[in-house]
């Protein structure tokens, strides 16, 4: 059985993000739960989010989209 491990953003310090991300680089992938306030009552981060802490992590990104209409908003994210 092959373990991986993704750490959810939505457990950061939201102050620290660039710091957040360099203390979990040896996880296997970020796990994004990205939530629209309509399609579940929370509301999360959008792309301009993703394509900031882009820039300071390789990671892989495994995004969930908790979004109404999604088809809408899934050429963002990719």
């Given at each position: ?49 993703l394509q900031s802490i882009r820039k300071v992590t390789d ?20």
């Amino acid at each position: 059985m092959n373990t991986r491990i993704s750490p959810s953003l939505l457990a950061a310090d939201f102050s620290r993000l660039d710091r957040e991300l360099a203390g979990v680089s040896s996880a296997d992938a970020i796990h994004l739960d990205v939530m629209d306030g309509i399609f579940v009552p929370n509301l999360s981060f959008g792309p301009p989010v993703l394509q900031s802490i882009r820039k300071v992590t390789d990671l892989f990104f495994d995004v969930h989209l908790m979004v109404t209409e999604p088809e809408r908003y899934i050429r963002d994210f990719v």
